[in-house]
Nanobody, 123 residues
Framework: QVQLVESGGGLVQPGGSLRLSCAAS????????MGWFRQAPGKEREFVAA????????YNVNSMKGRFTISIDNAKNTMYLQMNSLQPEDTAVYYC????????????????WGQGTQVTVSS
């Protein structure tokens, strides 16, 4: 059974940083892509970034690219999202997702999803 488990969320002040992790288990992910989404209260789920299993390809949202960095450690079956210069508008539940191709993940149509981790940016 495939499991994606996010961790690393929490409360941070504006301007602060967090690193989210997504640990994958239950199958071989060597040909998969993984990604991050977020959903703020009352808003639709939003794509944040995605990465191929090898790390060779990344997909980013331009407005977040300078602050958020996606990476992967395939030896640990874990994907990361380093978030810097966080602002209150970054407050959301952050989800990780996985599927066979990057475009499928980017489109929000991934087969596998985690349960989410809450990120709250507030003073």
């Amino acid at each position: 059974q495939v499991q994606l488990v996010e961790s690393g969320g929490g409360l941070v002040q504006p301007g602060g940083s967090l690193r989210l992790s997504c640990a994958a288990s239950g199958r071989t992910f060597s040909s998969y892509a993984m990604g991050w989404f977020r959903q703020a209260p009352g808003k639709e789920r939003e794509f944040v970034a995605a990465i191929s299993w090898t790390g060779d390809s990344t997909y980013n949202v331009n407005s977040m690219k300078g602050r958020f960095t996606i990476s992967i450690d395939n030896a640990k079956n874990t994907m990361y999202l380093q978030m810097n210069s966080l602002q209150p508008e970054d407050t959301a539940v952050y989800y990780c997702a996985a599927d066979r191709t990057g475009p499928t993940v980017v489109a929000g149509k991934a087969t596998y999803w985690g349960q989410g981790t809450q990120v709250t940016v507030s003073s």
